[in-house]
């Protein structure tokens, strides 16, 4: 896996539809955003080919992409993986960028339970590492036609759900569905487990009927998964082609460590103002709300 920066020269070759102009005009504009830092040319063009070239759209995500970043550093800074928390969270979870991408060249992000003891599982720097490995793609693929999310349910339990808080589970929407410089187009979900209903109950109010429409769940029987993920694109777990989960696992952390330099960089791109910070009057912790 690549640790050398995608060019913006590149981008121009492999999009065709993107025009310099366009970017040269939202540089201008965020030139007008005293409270924006300035993003480089490549990050402008992952932001207007995520709005699929809409300038408004576009002004709207890089707004949404720097108030989430700069107001929630439990999930955007100190991404190190020497940090012992950070540690403990890729002992207890799993993630990889797939190397196969689907046959529609859309990028394939991993994740699921390593350990299944709810004590073990913290949202925060679970989202930290699901971050990364975008960012990551970002940094040095740059532009894919779209991304595909597979998440396994293995292990997870109702006491997972207590770990959860209403006040990052809202930001962490927020940031999926207005601020994510990416091309979305599908969630799977495999090992469904019956309490599904329970965690959809949970999220289900942060959630546009945009992002529901892209849900899948697959049971167990990996054929179903199979059937809209070809198996060359798939561990060997999900009867696969590729190696197994626990080896592209490896290889994701490997990559993340080497990919440090890049993070630092980019921790600089914050807002200074105080306008982002966090409200904390909407905290509510789903511990104490009872499950029917």
Known sequence: M???PVTASQ???????????DIESLRNWIMTQPQLPVPTEEQLICFYHSCYYDMEATKSCVKVYYNIRSSTPEFFNDRDLSRPELKQALE????????????????????????????????????????????????????????????????????????????????FFTYIQEGNPIRLKAIHVVNTLPIVDKI?????????????????????????????????CLPKDYGGDLPSITEL?????????????????EEKYRINDKQSRKDSSDEINIRNLSID
Not at 114 to 139: H, P, T, W
Not at 249 to 265: A, G, I, N, Q, V
């Open 200 to 232: 959809m109950f949970m999220i289900k109010p942060f959630m546009r009927k945009e992002l529901l429409e892209l849900v899948h769940y697959h049971s167990s029987d990996f054929s179903e998964i199979q059937a809209v993920i070809p198996k060359s």
């Open 2 to 4: 690549s640790v050398q």
């Open 92 to 171: 207890a979870l799993f993630y990889s960028t797939l190397p196969i991408k689907d046959p529609n060249g859309f990028q394939i992000v991993l994740h699921g339970l390593r350990q299944y003891e709810a004590s073990k599982y913290n949202f925060c720097n679970g989202v930290k590492l699901l971050a990364m490995a975008i960012d990551a793609g970002l940094m040095v693929e740059g532009t894919v036609p779209g991304y595909i999310f597979l998440f396994d349910m293995k292990g997870v339990k109702l006491s997972h759900l207590t770990r959860l808080s209403f006040t990052f589970l809202k930001k």
């Open 249 to 265: 696992h490896e290889k994701y952390t490997d990559w993340m460590e080497r990919m440090k330099p890049l993070f630092d960089e």
């Open 11 to 21: 981008e121009y070759l492999k999009n065709p539809d993107l025009k310099k102009e």
